[in-house]
C-alpha cells in the first residue's frame, strides 16, 4: 500500500509538472494506475512467453495510447469526445488509420518480441559477413531513410514550447 501510494503521489505531480490542468492530473492518475495494477504481476509476467506475453504487450501498448489522449487534447471535454467516437464501425473515418499507419504499428508491436541479443544473431549471418563494408553501410542507410520516411514532414516542435 505504501508503494501504490507512493507511485500515486509521483504520478499525479509528474502530471501536475506538465500542466495544471485537469487532462493532466487525470494522466498522470491513469499511469500510475497502470503501474500499481502491474506490480503484483510484473515477475510472472517477466518470464511469460506465447500469447500471454503477446497480450500483455498489446494491452500496455493500448493503455499507453489511451492516456496520451489526455496528454494531447486541449481539454477534457475533447477527450471525452473522443473516446464516444471509437468504435470498431467507425475506425476508417479516421484520416490517421491507414495501411501504411497500421503496418508501422504492427511493426513497432511486434519489435517488442524481438530477441535482445539480435543484433549479434544477424552479425554472425555468412552473407553479412562477406558483406563489403559500403553494402553494409548502403544497407543501414536505406534503414534510416526507411525510418525518416515513416516520420512526418519538417521538424516537429519540441513537445514542452505547446503549453
Same mark, same amino acid.
Given at each position: 500500500?505504501?508503494?501504490?501510494?507512493?507511485?500515486?503521489?509521483?504520478m499525479l505531480l509528474g502530471?501536475?509538472?506538465?500542466?495544471?490542468?485537469?487532462?493532466?492530473?487525470?494522466?498522470?492518475?491513469?499511469? &500510475?494506475?497502470?503501474?500499481?495494477?502491474?506490480?503484483?504481476?510484473?515477475?510472472?509476467?517477466?518470464?511469460?512467453?506465447?500469447?500471454?506475453?503477446?497480450?500483455?504487450?498489446?494491452?500496455?501498448?493500448?493503455?499507453?495510447?489511451?492516456?496520451?489522449? /489526455?496528454?494531447?487534447?486541449? &481539454?477534457?471535454?475533447?477527450?471525452?469526445?473522443?473516446?464516444?467516437?471509437?468504435?470498431?464501425?467507425?475506425?476508417?473515418? /479516421?484520416?490517421?488509420?491507414?495501411?501504411?499507419?497500421?503496418?508501422?504499428?504492427?511493426?513497432?508491436?511486434?519489435?517488442?518480441?524481438?530477441?535482445?541479443?539480435?543484433?549479434?544473431?544477424?552479425?554472425?549471418?555468412?552473407?553479412?559477413?562477406?558483406?563489403? &563494408?559500403?553494402?553494409?553501410?548502403?544497407?543501414?542507410?536505406?534503414?534510416?531513410?526507411?525510418?525518416?520516411?515513416?516520420?512526418?514532414?519538417?521538424?516537429?516542435? /519540441?513537445?514542452? /514550447?505547446?503549453?
Amino acid at each position: 500500500m505504501r508503494t501504490s501510494a507512493n507511485l500515486l503521489i509521483t504520478m499525479l505531480l509528474g502530471g501536475l509538472w506538465h500542466g495544471a490542468a485537469m487532462k493532466f492530473v487525470m494522466w498522470g492518475a491513469l499511469h &500510475d494506475g497502470g503501474l500499481v495494477l502491474e506490480r503484483p504481476f510484473s515477475e510472472r509476467l517477466e518470464n511469460t512467453r506465447g500469447i500471454f506475453r503477446v497480450m500483455a504487450v498489446l494491452l500496455t501498448f493500448h493503455f499507453v495510447c489511451l492516456t496520451w489522449l /489526455f496528454f494531447h487534447a486541449e &481539454d477534457m471535454e475533447s477527450v471525452w469526445l473522443y473516446l464516444q467516437s471509437i468504435t470498431p464501425l467507425k475506425l476508417g473515418s /479516421f484520416a490517421q488509420v491507414t495501411p501504411f499507419t497500421l503496418g508501422l504499428i504492427a511493426i513497432g508491436i511486434g519489435l517488442h518480441f524481438v530477441s535482445r541479443n539480435m543484433p549479434e544473431r544477424i552479425a554472425a549471418f555468412p552473407v553479412v559477413q562477406r558483406a563489403p &563494408d559500403w553494402a553494409l553501410a548502403l544497407a543501414f542507410g536505406i534503414c534510416v531513410l526507411m525510418i525518416d520516411a515513416a516520420g512526418p514532414s519538417g521538424v516537429a516542435p /519540441f513537445i514542452y /514550447f505547446q503549453f
